[in-house]
Nanobody, 119 residues
Framework: QVQLVESGGGVVQPGGSLRLSCAAS????????VGWYRQAPGKHRELVAA???????IYADSVKGRFTIDKANRKNTVSLQMNSLKHEDTAIYYC?????????????WGQGTQVTVSS
């Protein structure tokens, strides 16, 4: 299993942008599917974006056209570029990696990074 460390969270005004990064330890990162999840206060953790081992990207409807996930196998990193941020994007964002063709199921999680969208 890989270990994951997120960075890049912070406070941003509505309409602004942030880029989250997730660094993975270990090897064979190319065999993993990865995803970004988020959890807002009082809500369940939800999948925001995923990039499968086969190169397929998936986005939640709420972020389509605004967020972009990028998995860099050679660098052992996965990023989430977030544009046109809204108040409702405020949450703790978690990186997840799972060896296999999908990101759902048991896997490794990062510690989370706070994103706050506030005017």
């Amino acid at each position: 299993q890989v270990q994951l460390v997120e960075s890049g969270g912070g406070v941003v005004q509505p309409g602004g942008s942030l880029r989250l990064s997730c660094a993975a330890s270990g090897s064979l990162f190319g065999l993993y599917s990865v995803g970004w999840y988020r959890q807002a206060p009082g809500k369940h953790r939800e999948l925001v974006a995923a990039s499968t081992r086969g190169g397929i990207t998936i986005y939640a409807d709420s972020v389509k056209g605004r967020f972009t996930i990028d998995k860099a196998n050679r660098k052992n990193t996965v990023s989430l570029q977030m544009n046109s941020l809204k108040h409702e994007d405020t949450a703790i964002y978690y990186c997840k990696a799972r060896m296999g063709t999908v990101v759902t199921g048991d896997g490794s999680w990062g510690q989370g990074t706070q994103v706050t969208v506030s005017s």
